[in-house]
């Protein structure tokens, strides 16, 4: 699904960006340039952010 249409991000883009340690909006801006257009994606694609960090293990705690 598309998250950012100016740009043609996805969701699974923004998904593995996060994965890979994007973790704020200006990250996945340098990475994805998602929301750099419009606009109007970025609640989208900080809501997804959110969701998949609670969902990413944080390795530091576990350990
Ligand atoms: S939809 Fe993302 S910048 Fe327009």
Do not use: F, W
Not at 29 to 55: F, N, P, S, Y
């Amino acid at each position: 699904m598309y998250i950012c249409v100016c740009y043609g991000v996805t969701d699974s883009q923004v998904k593995h960006a996060v994965e890979q340690g994007a973790d704020d909006l200006k990250s996945l801006q340098e990475k994805l340039q998602v929301g750099r257009q419009c606009g109007k994606c970025i609640k989208a694609t900080i809501e997804m952010m959110e969701q998949t960090k609670d969902l990413t293990p944080n390795y530091y705690q576990v350990a």
